[in-house]
């Protein structure tokens, strides 16, 4: 059993303090998200903004617009920062953010990924499924990097490293896969034996 997700990496050539104060602020959030679906981003909390804000966005896919409520579940000063989607007044349940900077002596390799709370199982035709999602995501992710280049009035990467697995960070913030696969294998267990039974029965 895995995880859904993915994440891309780049070299932006900017100092990671430049680049942390964009990725850090929400409301800058819809200028950076490769996929344009982050229309508006408010910080709901009081300040100083960090472990345990929340922030609300205004979200538009294929014209359905709804509003998500994020919590920011890591914040580690100019290196990381990871929040996890709720809806207004329930608690965080759904995918996981984050974006990661590392400075190097060409700027700051930065990586941005995410994770959904679901697993599947590693064989055809799930496998198969779990690779068109990572997939997917990727393709939105990648922009993103190129936008905060953008912003930063520095040149676009010129290489990205795209995985279509989630950062083992991010599913570590997650209960063990396994765990949640169980469901899943008994559910198929019971349905084979009520299979079984209708065939014996027959």
Do not use: C
Request: charged residues 10%.
């Amino acid at each position: 059993m895995k995880y859904l997700g993915a994440f891309v990496r780049a070299v932006i050539p900017a100092p990671a303090a430049d680049i942390w104060a964009l990725v850090s602020d929400p409301t800058r959030h819809p200028q950076l998200a490769g996929s344009g679906q982050v229309v508006q981003t408010e910080v709901i909390t009081e300040p100083p903004f960090g472990l345990g804000s929340r922030f609300q966005s205004e979200q538009n896919i294929n014209g359905i617009t709804y509003a998500t409520v994020s919590h920011v579940v890591v914040y580690e000063a100019e290196r990381r920062i990871a929040w996890r989607i709720g809806l207004p007044g329930t608690p965080a349940f759904g995918q996981i953010w984050h974006f990661v900077l590392t400075p190097q002596e060409d700027g700051t390799l930065v990586e941005n990924g995410m994770v959904l709370p679901y697993v599947l199982p590693t064989i055809f035709p799930f496998a198969a499924g779990a690779q068109q999602f990572g997939q997917f995501e990727s393709n939105m992710i990648r922009p993103t990097l190129h936008n905060i280049a953008t912003i930063l009035n520095v040149s676009p990467p010129v290489a990205y490293d795209v995985s279509i697995a989630p950062p083992t960070s991010l599913t570590a913030l997650l209960p063990p896969a396994a765990l949640l696969g169980v469901p899943i294998f008994l559910g198929f267990g019971l349905a084979g034996l009520e299979l079984l039974r209708r065939r014996l029965a027959s």
